[in-house]
């Protein structure tokens, strides 16, 4: 293991923003490359700029095999190898279960998320997705697809998480601006838009999606989706569904899970960020770790100063 080289610090915006995202990526256990580094950062850089001040100034960082992390921190580099095994067993997983209801008629993208960082899932969680549905869907879609995950037993539960099917953020077509669900100052947000993983779906709904959410490329200059990435993923279209639907079919489908909601969605939503119910999006997370991951970073840059 060798500590990085001193060097006069010529930018020391540059210099923050470097530790900035090693910082937060560490609440995650997730060491970085210096690719990385520059794709999630903060900054416009270049990445010949991020690798000269990695390698040769005075930086609080230590680096082994390729990987940047805080001090003290070189085991998080085994947590990330085996994390990666255990994330490409989830998909695999996850692709094949997808076959229970990716059929259902209105599906246009659906996506693993909560993936801070690439192929970076704990073992033992359940598999978070994000979906997209034609306008006018949405209820439909979630009605449908929580009945099949029910049925197959794969619902997440008190005593049953590992593997199991999430569906607690979904919206239409009209509602791909995800700026309303941010808080003020939320890191963690954007890292989950950019961590998205499709599985299925339109292309030109991912990348809409993107489009719809400018201040992504604002704020992570550097980050970019690959055309190349996107055409591995998506090897399946959704087809077009013969079944006849009204609008009728939606309201009841809004009507059956309004009734079933448990008391505490109904408490929360559309309170804040965390529970938003309405006709174009169900995001269902009663439970948010932004702040606490939001104090996690500012206590890892307080022992960084």
Sequence with gaps: MTRIHPMEIINPSLRTAILETVAFFDIFDYPLTSFEIW??????????????I???????????NGFFFLPGREKI??????????????????????????????????CLANSLGTHN????????????????????????ATIIVALFGLRPSATKSADQICLSFLVDESALDLSPFRLPTDTYFRYWLAGLMPLY????????????????????????????FLDRRFKYNPRSS??????????????????????????LANHDQ??????HVLKLHTIDRREQFKNEFNLRMQRLA
């Design 39 to 52: 794709q999630y950062l903060p900054h416009s850089a270049t990445l010949l700029e991020v690798r000269n």
């Design 54 to 64: 990695l390698e040769n100034s005075v930086l609080p960082l230590q680096t082994d």
């Design 77 to 110: 580099i085994i947590t990330r190898r085996e994390r990666y095994n255990a994330t490409d067993q989830k998909i695999k997983k996850a692709h094949r279960r997808l076959y229970l209801f990716r059929w259902l008629p209105g599906i246009k993208l659906i």
């Design 121 to 144: 899932l704990r073992p033992g969680g359940d598999t978070d997705l994000f979906i997209i549905t034609k306008q006018g869907r949405l209820w439909f879609v979630k009605l449908c």
């Design 201 to 228: 779906g339109e292309k030109k709904s991912y990348t809409a999606l993107i489009a719809a959410n400018g201040w992504l490329q604002q704020e992570l200059p550097n980050w970019v989706y690959s055309d190349a």
């Design 242 to 267: 013969r079944l006849i639907f009204g609008s009728s079919l939606e309201k009841a489908a809004r009507f059956i899970q309004a009734r079933l909601m448990s008391p505490t969605i109904k408490k």
């Design 274 to 279: 965390r529970v938003v119910v309405n006709d």
